[in-house]
């Protein structure tokens, strides 16, 4: 086999759906079933999964760190917020892909800047624009609404069928069915040779750029798609809640991504989102046992994280059902032996 056959062959090895992806959606669906008085709860770990999935793209797989990545996710969230408040857009879907163009148009614009340094240069670039935005949206208080945000948003039915309720099921599938098609592109992004070519700038830049690879417009493009991505989970927050205040360009939007990929890991598009559902069930229980300590507390596990390795946890969640599987598998064996000898 050539080499090139021999990449090709193990990119697609690597890219089929393995059981473990389908049991996790499957999952994800039965959730609504089985919790069915948590739908809000559940619609905010969807949005935060998608904004965790967005900076992954650019983090986990193009080596761009970015602290205000909310400045993508607040534009998405006023885009969506301004096009019902004003009747521009009615329709929910048409709303949430035109945000998320106005998000992906503001990537673009700034992934000039933010490619042209080093990490430390990254981060406060990013950040940079993130608090220049938070400045202008309440500097233009009469647009925004300043400090109490947008009011008086309604939202029209999606499709003109789907109405959304207050107690969130309309939001929550409606979310799901969002993320779930755009992971399926970012699916289809990262195990692409343009995904590969992205791989191979995180590892060496300048080993990249020799073998010809275009670099900057690699990443230009990533840090585009990830724009997009990050507005669509903004206009997700403002169809799903109604709401749209200066909050959407908070540095510790920015800072709880970080959290949540460093639960979940990066450069694994499930990172972000089994790291958004485990962050937000720690948030739950701790702020349940002691509402005013409870970051304390995710800090700790934060630090048990980094302090034991993922590796190592991982191996210690799946130590019973392996334990379980071999036992079954054991048995199994057992009584197949003697009645080979009987033959």
């Not at 993508?72 to 945000?99: D, I, K, Q, R």
């Not at 993130?130 to 233009?140: R, T, V, Y």
């Not at 302090?307 to 079954?328: D, T």
Request: net charge positive; proline share 3%; glycine share 10%.
């Amino acid at each position: 086999m050539s080499a090139p056959d021999d990449v090709g062959y193990h990119a697609r090895r690597h890219a089929r759906w393995h059981v473990g992806e389908i049991v996790f959606w499957v999952l994800a669906l039965a959730s609504a079933f089985l919790f069915p008085s948590r739908y809000l709860v559940m619609t905010d770990i969807v949005r935060l999964g998608l904004f965790a999935m967005s900076i992954d793209l650019i983090l986990g797989y193009a080596g761009i760190v970015s602290l205000g990545h909310a400045a993508f996710f607040g534009v998405g969230a006023y885009s969506a917020g301004l096009m019902a408040l004003h009747g521009v857009v009615t329709e929910p879907l048409l709303a949430l892909v035109l945000a998320g163009c106005a998000a992906m148009l503001l990537g673009f614009v700034t992934s000039f800047l933010v490619i042209r340094g080093v990490d430390l240069t990254r981060l406060m670039v990013t950040l940079g624009i993130a608090m220049l935005l938070e400045a202008l949206a309440e500097s233009f208080s009469g647009i925004t609404g300043g400090t109490d945000g947008l009011q008086g948003i309604e939202m029209q039915p999606i499709l003109g069928i789907f109405a959304f309720d207050m107690f969130g099921r309309t939001g929550f599938f409606y979310s799901l069915i969002v993320l779930f098609v755009l992971f399926l592109l970012a699916r289809r992004i990262v195990h692409s040779p343009f995904g590969l070519s992205l791989r191979a700038i995180k590892n060496n830049p300048l080993r990249a750029a020799a073998i010809g690879i275009p670099v900057n417009r690699r990443l230009i493009a990533i840090y585009t798609v990830a724009a997009f991505y990050a507005g669509i989970a903004g206009a997700l927050f403002t169809q799903t809640t109604a709401l749209a205040s200066l909050d959407v360009f908070a540095f510790e939007r920015s800072a709880d991504l970080l959290l949540v990929l460093i639960i979940g890991g990066t450069g694994y598009l499930y990172g972000g989102l089994i790291g958004a559902v485990v962050f937000r069930m720690l948030q739950e229980v701790f702020s349940t046992i002691t509402p005013q300590y409870w970051q304390f507390w995710i800090g700790v596990v934060l630090v048990a994280i980094v302090m034991i390795g993922r590796a190592r946890l991982h191996r210690w969640v799946l130590f019973l059902p392996n334990l379980l599987i071999a036992q079954v598998a054991g048995r199994k064996a057992a009584v197949a032996i003697p009645e080979g000898e009987g033959q």
